[in-house]
């Protein structure tokens, strides 16, 4: 059984903070519209109408990724949102890395919140063997 510590409580909360911080804004830009967001998309090529529809989705992603049951739903949906976000920047020659970084946190987050996550995904210590070293 994995025990979350206090660090990790701690870390939890500043990457989904972090998760928050980049999304939320983001996603109530394009709902309500707002004169950057929509220049942003229009320089990019995307139609003014799918600007809505992009925002609720994300929104939606990250109140998926909130809910401690839907965690990895949300972590799964987020990132092919930012594969999405990746391709646009990468196509339109724009930073591409803050989506990835972002990303990073966003898995980083469900890593630490959800036990079975680190179950799975082990990160071991220096001078430990996996399996096929054992082998």
């Not at 999405?84 to 970084?101: E, P």
């Not at 987050?109 to 996550?117: S, T």
Request: glycine share 10%; proline share 4%.
């Amino acid at each position: 059984m994995i025990t979350i510590t206090n660090g990790a409580k701690w870390a939890a909360r500043i990457l989904t903070t972090l998760v928050i911080l980049a999304f939320v804004p983001s996603g109530i830009m394009k709902v309500i519209h707002y004169p950057t967001a929509v220049e942003g998309f229009r320089r990019m090529g995307i139609p003014e109408g799918a600007i809505f529809t992009l925002g609720m989705v994300e929104l939606s992603c990250v109140a998926l990724y909130l809910i401690p049951r839907t965690t990895v739903l949300g972590s799964l949906l987020l990132t092919g949102y930012l594969g999405g976000a990746t391709l646009a920047n990468i196509i339109n020659r724009s930073d591409f890395i803050h989506a990835l970084v972002v990303g990073l946190f966003v898995w980083a987050g469900a890593w630490v919140r959800i036990p079975e996550l680190q179950a799975l995904i082990p990160i071991r210590k220096a001078g430990e063997q996996g399996l096929i070293a054992n082998s």
